[in-house]
């Protein structure tokens, strides 16, 4: 049974940072391609970033720059560190895993190559 728990959410003034974690559980974390997602309340879930099995990273136009998406295979554990945190960051953070071992998806930014998802962490930002 896979498992992906995130943790590190919390409250945050603009400006400020903060890293999330997601421990998974349940298959060789190091061959898979791993991403974050985020769903404030009444919108659409949408990408955060992605991290490949390979460790190359992707993000979405509005953190890159501020957001930076590291693994430790070892620990079985992806992070997301988060700076220069702005209101409209405020959402639930969600990590999630990819369907298939050693690949990379070009529809990373979609819900199309993951299969396992996380509960979520909420991350709230103050002006």
């Known amino acids: 049974q896979v498992q992906l728990v995130e943790s590190g959410g919390g409250l945050v003034q603009a400006g400020g940072s903060l890293r999330l974690s997601c421990a998974a559980s349940?298959?060789?974390?190091?061959?898979?391609?791993m991403g974050w997602f985020r769903q404030a309340p009444g919108k659409e879930r949408e990408f955060v970033g992605s991290i490949s099995w390979t460790t190359s990273t992707m993000y979405a136009d509005s953190v890159k720059g501020r957001f930076t998406i590291s693994r430790d295979n070892a620990k079985s554990t992806m992070y997301l560190q988060m700076n220069s945190l702005k209101p409209e960051d405020t959402a639930v953070y969600l990590c999630?895993?990819?369907?298939?071992?050693?690949?990379?998806?070009?529809?990373?930014?979609?819900?199309?190559?993951?299969?396992?998802w996380g509960q979520g962490t909420q991350v709230t930002v103050s002006s």
């Open positions: 349940g298959r060789t974390f190091s061959s898979y391609s």
């Open positions: 999630a895993t990819y369907k298939r071992q050693y690949y990379s998806d070009i529809y990373y930014y979609t819900d199309r190559p993951y299969d396992y």
